[in-house]
């Protein structure tokens, strides 16, 4: 994901078998195959992209954006707004993402920024669930779990899911890798029924997912691409997709 500050570069990327998505609890989660070229495709971007030609986009294919709204507790993206908006004139579903800093400041803490900053959601049919990216610490790399250890992280990430649920209604979608997960949480499976998976892998298929999924919602399959910034994919059918958006 294309997850820190326009200097930064950009993370990781998937293939991914097909699967459906299902409402669960507020959220959709894929459950069965769907045929690979009915998925509909998306991207995420950050303030890295610069100003992107969204009808262009559109015309290639794309029908879902994530844009990065925030990191930690202070930065926003400058281009946030201008990017969001653009989306949605261009017809696109477009939804905010937070990239967590845990070694910052508490979950409740970067939650409410995220929401200060564009990570609200409605239920207008053209706005996707806030997601969390939570992957290695790009800034260090010798402490890919921010020095947090496992019962630290799944409070981390619990806390800012709570106050994204308290504000929205919706649990974070949780952008990530299965060795990340397993690794920085310990294998925590107390998320995988509430919150939809977004994964991330270098392999040529997602592989094992992160302990306490059974599906995938999204998948991101490439770091470039036809559109602009990271390669997306939703996991089922058109209509699901906006299932999804409005909860």
């Not at 195959?33 to 610069?50: C, E, N």
């Not at 930065?75 to 696109?92: K, S």
């Not at 800012?160 to 920085?184: K, L, M, Q």
């Amino acid at each position: 994901m294309a997850h820190a500050r326009p200097t930064a570069v950009a993370a990781s990327l998937v293939t991914a078998v097909a699967l459906v998505a299902a409402a669960l609890t507020g959220a959709a989660f894929a459950q069965r195959p769907a045929a690979a070229d009915s998925r509909p495709l998306g991207h995420d971007v950050s303030a890295y992209q610069k100003d992107i030609d969204w009808p262009a986009a559109r015309a290639k294919g794309a029908r879902f954006v994530y844009v990065k709204a925030t990191e930690s507790h202070t930065y926003r993206n400058p281009l946030f707004r201008g990017q969001y908006d653009g989306a949605r004139q261009a017809g696109l579903l477009r939804g905010a993402y937070h990239f967590a800093l845990p070694n910052a400041s508490t979950g409740g803490t970067q939650a409410r920024h995220f929401l200060r900053n564009g990570g609200r959601w409605t239920a207008d049919g053209r706005t996707l669930p806030p997601a969390l990216d939570i992957e290695p610490d790009p800034y260090h790399k010798g402490k890919p779990c921010y020095g947090l250890g496992r019962t630290a992280m799944s409070d981390w990430i619990r806390a800012f899911s709570d106050e994204v649920h308290r504000a929205t209604g919706r649990r974070p979608v949780i952008y990530t890798t299965t060795h990340w997960w397993n690794d920085c949480t310990g294998g925590d499976r107390s998320f995988g029924a509430t919150h939809p998976l977004w994964l991330a892998s270098r392999q040529g298929s997602p592989g094992p997912l992160p302990a306490g999924w059974s599906a995938l919602s999204l998948w991101q399959y490439a770091t470039s691409g036809p559109l602009p910034g990271d390669q997306d994919r939703w996991q089922g059918s058109s209509a699901e997709l906006m299932k999804f958006a409005t909860g």
